[in-house]
């Protein structure tokens, strides 16, 4: 398996999938359509953040999404994972682990002392984001208003 920076064909491939991508690591309650999708993306690419893709032969097996963040309190510039997918067929293999660990040494070697990331309650991942070392920051609650 290769980590590395994905090629114009690639990118057009992780762009038709990360509204799928965004589906399940929201636990299927955002579904965005393609063009937004593409839209939120290449802000955050404009803004500096980089793709890294794990490939064998040919095959995109999966990706990270890697930038940076400014605490909105403190004023703090870190770095920040901003989405994490295997496609369907690859999981189970330490694909997201390699990646997350590359994406977090690509951020350390740019000068990040700190690396945070946004996951819903009850996603899978959040196991292997506390094994890697990640702790809860800060815990975002909600409720539904019934309707009068």
């Known amino acids: 398996m290769e980590i590395r920076k994905p090629n114009d064909a690639e990118y057009k491939k992780i762009l038709s999938l990360s509204p799928q991508a965004l589906f399940e690591g929201t636990l299927g309650e955002v579904k965005l359509s ?4 593409k839209q939120l993306i290449e802000a955050l690419l404009q803004k500096g953040s980089d793709y890294l893709i794990a490939t064998e032969g040919d095959h995109l097996m999966g990706w990270i999404l890697i930038g940076t963040k400014k605490d909105q309190l403190t004023e ?24 997350l660990e590359a994406g977090i ?9 700190e690396v ?23 815990i975002t609650m909600s409720m539904n208003i019934p309707r009068s």
């Open 34 to 37: 393609d063009e937004k999708a």
């Open 76 to 99: 703090t510039i870190y770095g920040f994972i901003y989405e994490l997918f295997v496609l369907e067929e690859f999981r189970g293999n330490g694909i997201s682990k390699r990646l």
């Open 105 to 113: 040494e690509h951020l350390k070697r740019e000068g990040y002392s």
């Open 116 to 138: 945070r990331l946004s996951v819903y309650a009850g996603n899978q991942a959040m196991k292997l984001y506390e094994k890697l070392g990640f702790k809860h920051r800060t």
